[in-house]
C-alpha cells in the first residue's frame, strides 16, 4: 500500500510516532491548541478533587506542590497514572465526562468537590452541579488558545479535541482528508465539516493509532 501523509493535530512523544512510522508513512504534527497556565489560588477543606485533564493536573500541583494525599477523580487513563505519581488516591477515572457525571448521580450525591479544569471545557459536569447547592467550585488552571497553521498535500488527519478541530479548520481543508478523531465529541464536532471520520476503539492516543494502521 502506498505511503501516507499524516498530520497530527497534537505533537506525539517518540512511542507514539514509532506506532505510526511501522507502515512508512511521513509525519507531520503541530500543536494546534496550545495551553498556559492560570494563577489560583484556593483553600483546601475536605472536598473531593476533580480534574478535566493532564493540563489540569500539572497546572494545580506546579502551584501546590506539597498536597498532601487527597480522594481524586478525573477524566482519561493517562490523568490518573498522572495523579498517581503526584501519590494522590484517584477512587475512579472515566473516558468521558459523560461517565464521570452518570457515576457522580449515583454514587456520591452530597459530598463536597472542587472542579480543576481550563477554559474550554464540556459543560457536562458544571451543569449537573448545578442543582447541588454549594457542594461543587470550579476552578480554572489553565488556558487554552488556538495556535492555526496551514498544511497541504496530506491523507490523513489526527484529531484530539473539538477545540483542535476548530482551530485546525480557521486554515485548513477538509476536502479528501481521512480523519481519526480521538472520541466521540471530537468526532461531533468533525462532524460540521466532514463525513469522512474515524473514531478509536477508545479515547486513548495508542487506539487512535491502532485505528490508522488497521485502515492504512
Request: hydrophobic content about 35%; proline content about 1%; charged content about 25%.
Amino acid at each position: 500500500m502506498k505511503n501516507k501523509r499524516i498530520l497530527s493535530t497534537k505533537i506525539l512523544n517518540e512511542d507514539e510516532l514509532n506506532q505510526l512510522d511501522l507502515h512508512g508513512h511521513v509525519v507531520e504534527q503541530w500543536n494546534f491548541i496550545k495551553t498556559k497556565e492560570k494563577k489560583f489560588s484556593i483553600n483546601l477543606n475536605e472536598e473531593i478533587l476533580i480534574f478535566s485533564s493532564q493540563n489540569a493536573v500539572n497546572s494545580f500541583f506546579s502551584q501546590h506542590q506539597n498536597v498532601t494525599t487527597r480522594n481524586c477523580i478525573c477524566v482519561g487513563e493517562k490523568t490518573k497514572e498522572l495523579l498517581e505519581k503526584k501519590k494522590q488516591n484517584v477512587m475512579n477515572f472515566f473516558i468521558s465526562s459523560k461517565d464521570m457525571v452518570e457515576f457522580l448521580e449515583t454514587n456520591l450525591l452530597g459530598k463536597k468537590f472542587i472542579f480543576f479544569t481550563g477554559n474550554q471545557r464540556m459543560n457536562n459536569i458544571e451543569n449537573f452541579f448545578d442543582t447541588q447547592d454549594d457542594n461543587f467550585r470550579v476552578v480554572e488552571v489553565y488556558k487554552s488558545y488556538c495556535d492555526s497553521k496551514c498544511f497541504k498535500d496530506f491523507n490523513i488527519a489526527l484529531f484530539f479535541s473539538p477545540s483542535g478541530v476548530r482551530c485546525f479548520a480557521k486554515l485548513n481543508s477538509f476536502e479528501n482528508i481521512d480523519c481519526f478523531a480521538i472520541g466521540e465529541s471530537t468526532a461531533n464536532e468533525l462532524k460540521n465539516y466532514t463525513t469522512n471520520i474515524h473514531i478509536a476503539k477508545k479515547p486513548t492516543i495508542s487506539n487512535l493509532i491502532e485505528k490508522v494502521k488497521i485502515l492504512h
